[in-house]
């Protein structure tokens, strides 16, 4: 009798702390010059800069902005992993911490104006690329 109220105990303590337990809340802001630029990460347009997205992976993170005047910018950014996050600490940060945690974290990324070529020298251009390949 004793061995399954204890049981029974345990087992009512183990399922209340999975559903008391704290939680990790993940954002990510991105920051452009000039603002107002679309912001596409992943193959996602997420909005207008600046703008601030939860997420809910770290790792590599594809990135495209545009903005009329200024050229696409297409890189890659890396999410760290924090140390909260990584086996075991995850566990207690996620399920028995009864506390929430933010993770925030901010991109900022500099746009440079368009530039434009003029005919003569799109002309110019095509020619020695032309000759290049004779």
């Given at each position: ?128 690329l032309k000759k290049q390949l004779e």
């Open positions: 009798m004793v061995n399954r109220s204890i049981l029974a105990l345990a087992a009512a303590g183990a399922i209340l702390s999975v559903l008391l337990g704290g939680c990790v809340e993940r954002k990510l802001t991105i920051n452009t010059n000039p603002s107002g630029a679309v912001v596409v990460l992943n193959d996602e347009e997420i909005g207008e800069s600046p703008v601030t997205v939860p997420f809910n992976w770290y790792g590599d993170y594809n990135v495209r902005i545009s903005k009329e005047g200024y050229q696409t910018l297409k890189t890659h950014r890396e999410l760290e992993r924090p140390g909260h996050d990584k086996f075991p600490w995850d566990f207690f940060a996620q399920i028995l911490n009864p506390k929430r945690i933010v993770d925030e974290y901010e991109w900022m990324f500099e746009l440079a104006p368009k530039k434009e070529i003029s005919r003569e020298e799109l002309i110019k251009k095509a020619q020695e």
